[in-house]
């Protein structure tokens, strides 16, 4: 088996498995995780909800080849800028 470089974070985390482990295996209960050890661990996933006033929302849109290949080309963050230049559009135009 490959060996897989580990930060110490995962390094800790595999020590804390291996004890459950053999913790497991002589009978005994494994540690009871406190409300102030977990506040203490690293925060894993996508950030809670946005600060901002107006948030973004998903939705599902169609648009034609061209027009996406033309964002896509410009790399990445291409969404974003698409969204500028509907702002942008706005500013001028009417949407009805």
């Known amino acids: 088996m ?9 390094k800790a985390f595999a020590a804390d498995v291996a004890e459950s482990i053999a913790q497991a295996r002589r009978g005994e209960a494994a540690r009871v995780h406190t409300p102030a050890d977990i506040a203490t661990y690293k925060a894993r996933g996508r950030p809670v909800g946005s600060t901002e006033e ?17 964002f896509r080309a410009t790399g990445a963050g291409w969404q974003a800028r698409m969204n500028d230049a509907l702002k942008d559009w706005l500013q001028t135009h009417s949407p009805v």
Request: charged share 35%; no cysteine.
């Open 2 to 10: 490959p060996k897989i470089k580990m930060d110490e974070e995962m």
């Open 54 to 70: 107006e948030t973004k929302q998903a939705v599902t849109v169609r648009y034609s080849p061209d027009v996406l290949a033309a």
